[in-house]
T-cell receptor, first 112, second 114 residues
Framework: AQSVTQLGSHVSVSEGALVLLRCNYS??????LFWYVQYPNQGLQLLLK??????LVKGINGFEAEFKKSETSFHLTKPSAHMSDAAEYFC??????????FGQGTTLQVKP | DAGVIQSPRHEVTEMGQEVTLRCKPISGHDYLFWYRQTMMRGLELLIYFNNNVPIDDSGMPEDRFSAKMPNASFSTLKIQPSEPRDSAVYFC????????????FGPGTRLTVT
């Protein structure tokens, strides 16, 4: 079955440290890929998207993600974490069904 | 733009009662989606509309759930009768056909069924 897997339901980093949130998808055809962020008591906001153009995608708030077909991955990174980055992050993909399929989410904690 | 508007933001009801959740999509968007978010199952697509017509309701859990979109600016998700296992956060999202996968989410309705 087509799926999106986020490794690690909780990630904790210190302020200023590198943020790395992992996402893998299962599909024989490269899908469209997305990262969304959800702040407490809010809806999801689009951070960035990959739609078969450049494999390194830059998004808002200093985040970027790299599509690696050989690894079926789309990991999200940010060089230096800020306290305001604390939130839940969702990886999502559009595959054969044409619907957005979401991963289970990763909660990012940023410690001072 | 006000974004996607959902009401109520919180709903607490007793088992067996009817619950109606409301959504106003972004003006000009012709797709509307209803999602449910729970700890156990994550984010699930329940149903989506295109130009007010339901396209895919395969995610609707059972007949107790129904959704309507009487016009381009309003949609409802109804649960009748409600059960404790329906407790979740329900999100509405909208987008336009030109960028179908870039969906804009509302703030959600947190439903608690006791």
């Amino acid at each position: 079955a087509q799926s999106v897997t986020q490794l690690g339901s909780h990630v904790s980093v210190s302020e200023g440290a590198l943020v790395l949130l992992r996402c893998n998808y299962s599909s024989s055809v490269p899908p469209y890929l997305f990262w969304y962020v959800q702040y407490p008591n809010q809806g999801l906001q689009l951070l960035l998207k990959y739609t078969s153009a450049a494999t390194l995608v830059k998004g808002i708030n200093g985040f970027e993600a790299e599509f690696k077909k050989s690894e079926t991955s789309f990991h999200l990174t940010k060089p230096s974490a800020h306290m305001s980055d604390a939130a839940e992050y969702f990886c999502a993909a559009v595959m054969g069904t044409g619907k957005l399929i979401f991963g289970q989410g990763t909660t990012l904690q940023v410690k001072p | 733009d006000a974004g996607v508007i959902q009401s109520p933001r919180h709903e607490v009801t007793e088992m067996g009662q009817e619950v109606t959740l409301r959504c106003k999509p972004i003006s000009g968007h012709d797709y509307l989606f209803w999602y449910r978010q729970t700890m156990m199952r994550g984010l699930e697509l329940l149903i989506y509309f295109n130009n007010n017509v339901p396209i895919d309701d395969s995610g609707m859990p059972e007949d107790r759930f129904s959704a309507k979109m009487p016009n381009a600016s309003f949609s409802t998700l109804k649960i009748q009768p409600s059960e404790p296992r329906d407790s979740a956060v329900y999100f509405c999202a909208s987008t336009s056909g030109t960028d179908y996968y870039e969906q804009y989410f509302g703030p959600g309705t947190r439903l608690t069924v006791t």
